[in-house]
């Protein structure tokens, strides 16, 4: 016949002192209190695995910081998993290592792993925008989650803010972006699936809109305006050079000066800072050089044609003409942007190849074996497009030029 084991009470656990040995008080169904001669008191779960029938120990905590009610919680729960023929000991071991992989695959500390391996294939700059994409939009609600918990509705809800906003634009690149950190995920063995495929889906497209542009009639009052404009030098020759250029904003803003070659008369734009990822090649113009000349003594010991007003270390920012555009009184009439559609509508409308006009754009033509043949042949035929569109940005800013009757060296 079992012997039947008396329910502790608080008392007992609390006045249990040291003896010569450690020893043990039963509160029953395996659970007890054992004492060190040291006087440190310990619960202690006393069972037999299953299907093995070894005995084991599992350690439920400390006494005072476990209570004798806390210690017979976790006593039944371990009774259950008994009762379930599940080992409590494995039950633990398993809900540790869970834990374990939780902490190292939450979305904050798998996208900085990812980081390392993205920030290696793209510039500095793009590498700061899509850490603080993650840092504000991301990581405030979503960071401590594990990414294998992750599902289209919560980041839907987290980005939901945005699309009220209008902010479809970073909506997209967020998409994108947990898109291709999932799809590394599940290369890497993190996930088995990309929870989020698809997500992109649940807000509307934002309709593509035209960037603001003025007429080609219209450039005379454009460079008078910036003759007169109440804006710095550089900013200034800044807004000219991508008129002349026919470049990005961003091309023409980060600018360096050991892109420029002063004999070939030629700037070589490396890819990394293109939008398609190809280097471009402008042919410069007698304009062109005469801006360069003129720059060198303001911005000759940096490394940029046009640096930071505030550090030199840098280049300006992009956004540096829009602004200037805007205190020109401009805003919502001209963007930086802009000044492509400027120069294409006029080249287009004074007969010019629009091969020509669209290599010199920069523009990725979808026939690849075209692609190459034009790359390869244009440059020389382009400098002569380059050089009428600068004669005529000359003669627009001295009143020399008459839109009508005009035309323009078609290209052939």
Partial sequence: MAIKTNPLSDTEVRSAKPKDKLYSLYDGDGLELRITKAGSKSWLFRYKRPHIGKTNYIKIGSYPETSLA????????????????????????????????????????????????????????????????????????LGHCPVGDLTAPDVIDVLSPLDA??????????????NELMTWCVNTGILKHNPLAGIKAAFASKKPTKMPTIKPEQLPELMKALSFAQIRVMTRCLIEWQL??????????????????LQQMLWTIPPERMKQKREHQVPLTPQTMALLDFIKPISGRSEYLFPSEHNPGQPTHSETANRALQRMGYAGVLVSHGLRALASTTLNERGF?????????????RNQVRSAYNRATYLERRRKLMEWWSDHIEEAATGKMVMGGKKGLKVV
């Avoid at 039944?76 to 290592?97: F, H, M, N, T």
């Avoid at 002349?244 to 070659?261: F, G, K, L, N």
């Avoid at 190849?353 to 033509?365: C, G, K, N, T, V």
Wanted: aromatic share 6%; glycine share 2%; hydrophobic share 35%.
């Fill in 353 to 365: 190849d629009a091969d020509i006009i669209e290599a010199a754009l920069a523009h990725q033509d």
């Fill in 165 to 178: 906003a209008g902010r479809s634009e970073t909506i997209t690149r967020l998409c994108q972006r947990l």
């Fill in 70 to 141: 806390q210690a017979r919680k976790l006593r039944s729960e371990y009774r259950e998993l008994l009762e379930k023929d599940v080992d409590p000991q494995k039950w633990i071991d398993d809900q540790a290592g869970r834990r374990r992989r939780e902490v190292s695959t939450t979305l904050k500390n798998v996208a900085e792993k990812w980081f390392a391996v993205k920030f290696t294939s793209v510039s500095e700059r793009h590498s700061l925008n899509i850490s603080r994409s993650f840092e504000t939009h991301l990581f405030p609600k």
């Fill in 244 to 261: 002349h250029t026919m470049v990005r904003p961003s091309e023409a803003a980060q600018a360096r000066w050991d892109e420029i070659d």
